[in-house]
């Protein structure tokens, strides 16, 4: 059997809690540029705990009389969670003001200057601590084959469920206007449903990708390929990539962790450097203005692809996970877990290939 089919997690079944909680899920953000020390704006390095990122701004907001669009943040980090981040506030007069802030759960661990406002994006990524509980035995095994498997592969960059609200159903919504059958007047909310649509339609062209990579695990090229109801020959050269995520003819890749979107133009150069890390395939975000793939890859992709009346973007289709570190506690059966992603990516990836799920 090969090293893929023993550790590729959707192959595996590994049992564990996880309920997070500030205790069990920690996140650090890390900053996009070290901050100067000197302008007009303060750069508050933020703690909070069971609160969102927009609940612990609005606490901000309101202890400093300033309108919640006036403070800068970069991402949005997890509720259930003791997180770190960096939010900008100008500086006129707060620095004394923030001296005297105090919330139970809110504790601000610095404060800096810098000369600009931090905007969404401005991050490289997060490192994320997680203890897992109740690995016993046999499934701390199964979880270190499995964190062997991420170490060298990485993970597939689905969105995570708190893209999709509540109830998992705000794609529907999404979907209804795309169709015509909903009119939202406000702008935010509609382009938040619209958002999280193209977020579902990604996960399944993602889903179709990896369903395409497992299947040439137990069959030839052109087997799967009539499977799928593909035409013979268009996956070869795709089995025998090093990579468990196979690259497609025409498929758009990009230079990872960041850079610039290109056409694939040799399937056996860019798997290899795709397997190096040095590239990553990308997947759509249908919308305007955004490139689209061709070929075989093109093929698949159209089938979720629609118009849809906001910008679209290519994504990372598949990551890496880096700086990962395990400790096990046998008197307790906790397995803690800590490892760092680029931004945009999603702690949940790690954990559902961990239990070997798909999504």
Same mark, same amino acid.
């Given at each position: ?13 590994? #049992? ?12 650090? %953000? ?6 100067? *020390? ?23 907001? @309101? ?95 689905? !969105? $995570?469920?708190?893209? !999709?609200?509540? #109830? *998992? ?20 909310? =509609? ?27 137990? !069959?030839?090229?052109?087997?799967? /390929?009539?499977?799928? $109801?593909?035409? =013979? *020959? ?16 025409? #498929? ?12 694939? &133009?040799?399937?056996?150069?860019? /798997? ?26 093109? &093929?698949?992709?159209? =089938? ?9 973007? @290519? ?6 996970? &880096? ?28 954990? #559902?290939?961990?239990?070997? =799920?798909? %999504?």
């Amino acid at each position: 059997m090969s090293e893929i089919k023993q550790l590729y997690p959707l192959k595996v079944d590994n #049992d564990f809690l996880f309920n997070p909680s500030p205790r069990d899920f920690v996140v650090s %953000e890390i900053p996009l540029y070290e901050f100067s *020390g000197e302008g007009e704006h303060l750069i508050l390095h933020i703690r909070k705990k069971d609160m969102t990122t927009w609940e612990m701004i609005g606490a901000i907001a @309101r202890y400093l009389n300033i309108k919640t669009k006036d403070i800068g943040y970069a991402g949005l980090k997890d509720k259930h969670a003791m997180t770190m981040q960096y939010i900008s506030i100008l500086a006129r007069g707060n620095e004394d003001r923030l001296k005297d802030f105090t919330h139970d759960k809110i504790k601000i661990l610095s404060i800096q200057r810098h000369n600009n406002k931090i905007r969404v994006g401005h991050l490289k990524g997060n490192h994320f601590k997680i203890r897992l509980k109740k690995v016993l035995g046999v499934q701390k095994d199964k979880l270190d084959s499995t964190l062997k498997w991420i170490k060298k592969y990485g993970v597939p960059n689905y !969105f $995570g469920n708190q893209r !999709f609200g509540n #109830d *998992g159903k705000n794609y529907q919504e999404g979907r209804d206007i795309v169709e015509g059958k909903l009119k939202i007047r406000n702008r935010k909310t =509609k382009t938040f449903l619209l958002n999280a649509y193209q977020s579902y339609l990604f996960n399944s062209w993602l889903s179709k990708r990896i369903e395409l990579s497992i299947l040439l695990e137990s !069959f030839s090229e052109d087997e799967t /390929a009539t499977i799928l $109801g593909l035409q =013979k *020959g268009t996956l070869k050269g795709t089995k025998k990539q090093p990579h468990f995520f196979k690259l497609l003819e025409g #498929d758009l890749m990009m230079h990872y962790p960041y850079g610039r979107v290109f056409e694939l &133009e040799s399937l056996e150069n860019e /798997a290899q450097r795709f397997m190096d890390r040095d590239i990553s395939p990308t997947g759509l975000l249908a919308g305007k203005r955004v490139s689209r793939s061709d070929k075989i890859a093109g &093929e698949i992709e159209s =089938k979720y692809d629609t118009t849809i009346g906001e910008n679209g973007a @290519r994504r990372y289709a598949w990551i890496f996970v &880096e700086d990962i570190k395990r400790n096990y506690i046998e008197e307790k059966a906790h397995y803690e877990l800590s490892f760092y992603l680029p931004k945009g990516s999603y702690a949940t990836n790690v954990l #559902d290939v961990l239990r070997g =799920k798909s %999504e």
